[in-house]
């Protein structure tokens, strides 16, 4: 299904221009993994960053304009000459950066005709690759934030900006580090690292070994095809690089085996795409977002990581929970004995998983290496423990190139993605846009933080509509989170609510792109599978407030926070979220009434409402939460033995359940 994909996406070259092509997409890991390692320095060379991300950018645009053709009609098989010449025109543009940076840092504010010139011809050939790989609706996100960087003074209130002048505007979108160069620094090294390391992990077994390891523990529950869906999906989704190509490699197993199950093609759609998009928040790599957060953050990546595994765990036993429910209530069994791998079969060559990521911990927390270096590192490290499998040890060599020419078309998506939002970032600072939204934003919320927070989560998921998890996160944040934080809103837990609803847009309509991925494998409307998922996520998307209110549900976060308040408010928590699902669901053991889904919702609420240090009495309404829930569990427990009893002593009137 995903070759499928690529094919009506890609061109599919033969010949010189095929050769041409995918010397391009090896070269981008390949110089990545050279700059990461230092070998410049070893070879007695001295080099900018910026040198780097400059040849970068010169692969990743001649790439997109050989390999993605101009519309539909234009030609699948050759290059025609126009592409030629624009990525000619790419490789000069990005190549200017590697060859003059070390005079233009000198003469920054001197700004040139010929500088101004190879500015505006980068901008604009990235808004065209832009346009190629992610169509039109992008595009205009960014031509927004360029019609405000040119006319600034025709916006009304507190969004009205001064414009400065055009050479100095496109000079520093271009060629400024916090613009542009910023963005595309990220790519180049965090995002192309962990990237080569997903790549080699699912070129040789990893992917599978997820997926084995799900079936084998869960497949012959109830329901048992979506738990596998919802474990194997958070598992390949940190490392896989977006919830498009974590539903390609785990959907296109659990969304047949869902259907076969007994849920409908909408609902296995559904699950598998809040399953795969939830990969993104899930620790230790998030998707690389991880990374991006912390240096937004100043903080080391290893809190980042421990912050995020309780939000992480509710997020997917509030799914977990759902799915089990539902299967119950739609009387759904687990795959057969002959369908679910055997345990001690997928165990005895399964374990090489822990190595692999017992190297990227210890490269990370023990030696000390930063996650750039640590990423390849492991990758490479990856290969010659993931060959102990005896069924991977044929065509390595040319796995090897598979997984580099991959980790390089991977990287011509992200690379644009965060060139485009790079330029916004840029606008949105040389304009003060950034302080103008911050500002109205705070004003929104001075009166009600709640309010606040659903406005930003939805300016959130709106921004965050058909880009990666990586751009998406860096628009939030420059956007949206300083206004959190200018609310007194922890800065950790203002950086990850905004993460987490930049990402839920991947599953949430219109653009939706997980739902979209999800719907060629479910043979389903991408709509119908995108309004049921957001059923399905609805429950998760409480966990971000949870966090802004609790931020002891933030490990490491919070110096004030005494041992005792956090265990007590992370048990409630937990709890709170599996009677919000229960209610959400309406059953339990039967179908509820509507009057006892509504006590299970109060019951949750109060399980969920925050414990501050020195307020007692939110310990006694938590208290009577969990006693409320006790006794409607004990009710219907009751209930159900009861009923039990009656079709053991008349069994003649027992339904046939199969």
């Known amino acids: 299904m995903a070759d499928k994909e690529e094919q009506s996406r ?70 025609p000459w126009y592409d030629i010449l624009l990525a000619i025109a790419g490789l000069s543009a990005g190549l200017y950066i590697s060859i003059y940076y070390p005079t233009i840092v000198i003469y920054f504010g001197y700004v040139t005709t010929d500088r101004v010139i190879v500015c505006v011809i980068a901008i604009l050939l990235i808004l065209e690759a832009l346009r190629r790989l992610f169509g039109w609706a992008l595009v205009c996100v960014v031509g927004a934030f360029f019609v405000y960087a040119l006319v600034p003074s025709i916006f009304p209130g507190p969004l009205k900006g001064e414009r400065g002048s055009l050479d100095q505007l496109f000079n520093y979108l271009y060629l400024d580090s916090s613009s542009l160069l910023y963005m595309l620094n990220i790519a180049s090294t965090i995002a192309l690292a962990f990237i080569l390391f997903g790549q080699i992990l699912l070129k040789f077994g990893g992917g599978e070994i997820f997926n084995n390891l799900a079936f084998a523990f869960f497949g012959r529950f109830r329901g048992g095809p979506a738990k596998a869906s919802i474990v194997g999906s958070s598992l390949v989704g940190s490392v896989s690089g977006g919830p498009v190509s974590n539903v390609m490699l785990t959907g296109s197993m659990t969304i047949p085996l869902m259907i076969k199950n007994g ?68 009387g759904l069994h687990g795959m057969s004995k002959d369908e679910v791998p055997k345990a001690k079969k997928v165990l005895a060559t399964g374990w090489i998983i822990i190595p692999v990521f017992g190297a990227l911990l210890y490269f990370l927390f023990v030696a000390g290496y930063t996650p750039t270096t640590s990423g390849v590192y492991t990758a490479l490290m990856a290969i010659p423990i993931l060959l102990i499998q005896k069924t991977q040890r044929h065509r390595i060599f040319q796995r090897l190139m598979e997984a580099m020419v991959d980790t390089g078309k991977t990287l011509l998506d992200i690379g644009i993605i965060l060139a485009a939002a790079g330029l916004v970032i840029g606008i949105v600072g040389i304009t003060g846009l950034g302080f103008n939204l911050a500002l109205t934003l705070v004003e929104i919320g001075q009166s009600n933080l709640i309010l606040l927070l659903v406005t930003s989560g939805i300016v959130s998921i709106v921004l965050g509509m058909g880009m990666p998890a990586v751009a998406a996160y860096a628009l939030v944040a420059t956007l949206v989170a300083p206004a959190l934080v200018e609310l007194g809103v922890n800065p950790m837990a203002a950086h990850l609510f905004v993460f987490y609803f930049a990402n839920m847009s991947n599953f949430t309509p219109p653009i939706a792109v997980a739902s979209f991925a999800a719907a060629t494998i479910a043979k389903e409307s991408p709509y119908k599978i995108g309004f049921s998922a957001m059923v399905f996520g609805f429950v998760g998307l409480t966990v971000p407030f949870l966090f802004v209110y609790s931020p ?40 509820l009434s509507s009057l006892k889904r509504v006590v299970f919702g109060i019951s949750a609420l109060l399980l969920l409402l925050p414990v501050y240090e020195g307020m007692p009495y939110m310990w006694t309404l938590n208290v009577i939460g969990l006693t409320l829930f006790i006794v409607l569990f004990a009710i219907e427990l009751n209930s159900r033995t009861k009923k039990r009893d009656d079709l053991e002593k008349s069994p003649s009137e027992q339904p046939n359940i199969l």
């Open 552 to 591: 002891s549900l933030l490990l490491g976060v919070g110096e004030n926070i005494s041992d005792v308040t956090r265990t007590a408010t992370i048990i409630s928590v937990i709890i709170g979220c599996v009677v919000l699902s229960i209610c959400f669901v309406g059953y339990l053991f039967k179908k």
């Open 10 to 79: 890609y061109r599919q070259l033969q010949g010189i221009s095929s050769i041409i092509w995918k010397t391009i997409l090896f070269l981008i890991p390949l110089a990545g993994i050279l700059y990461i390692l230092s070998v410049y320095q070893w070879m007695g060379f001295a080099l900018f960053l910026e040198q780097y991300t400059g040849l970068f950018l010169a692969l990743i645009l001649a790439g997109v304009f050989i390999g993605v053709p101009m519309n539909v009609n234009a030609s699948r098989t050759r290059v």
């Open 263 to 330: 849920y409908t093609r909408r609902q296995a759609g559904a699950i598998e795409s809040v399953s795969s998009t939830g990969g993104m928040i899930m620790p230790p790599v998030m998707g690389i977002a991880a990374f991006i957060i912390a240096e937004t953050l100043g903080v080391p990546y290893v809190e980042v990581v421990i912050a995020a595994i309780i939000p992480a765990f509710l997020y997917y036993l509030c799914l977990f929970v759902q799915v089990d429910l539902k299967a119950a209530k739609q």
